[in-house]
């Protein structure tokens, strides 16, 4: 199983990015989770946002909700993360992931996550 993501890049404060993760080697399941995940420089990695894949329920941290959207296209096998009103908080590297265990809830855990892709640099300048 592959997860690229891409569209990572600078950009300043108040601006939008879009990050796509498209998911190979697995035609993902009714059951998967997707989730993004950000890590910034010194810091833990965090949860971003979440969506389960049959219905498209989408999670978001406190942090980013009302500014990011997640979303999925299934004939695509991709996600996405639109990220509106960037600020230079927000500046990581974003992190896609899938959770292929149909058991539990707990995706704000990074160990909830069986697969991860090599991630996409966001700077934010003010």
């Known amino acids: 199983v592959q997860l690229q993501a891409s569209g990572g890049g600078s950009v300043q404060a108040g601006g939008s990015l879009r990050l796509s993760c498209a998911v190979s080697?697995?035609?993902?399941?009714?059951?998967?989770?997707m989730g993004w995940f950000r890590q910034a420089p010194g810091k833990e990695r965090e949860f971003v946002a979440a969506?389960?894949?049959?219905?498209?329920?989408?999670y978001y941290a406190n942090s980013v909700k009302g500014r990011f959207t997640m979303s999925r296209d299934k004939s695509e096998n991709t996600v996405y993360l639109q990220m509106n009103t960037l600020k230079p908080e927000d500046t990581a590297v974003y992190y896609c992931?899938?959770?292929?265990?149909?058991?539990?809830?707990?995706?704000?855990?990074?160990?909830?996550?069986?697969?991860w892709g090599l991630g996409t640099l966001v700077t934010v300048s003010s």
């Open positions: 080697g697995r035609t993902l399941r009714r059951t998967d989770v």
């Open positions: 969506i389960t894949w049959n219905v498209g329920s989408t």
């Open positions: 992931a899938v959770d292929t265990n149909p058991y539990g809830t707990n995706w704000l855990d990074p160990e909830k996550f069986d697969y």
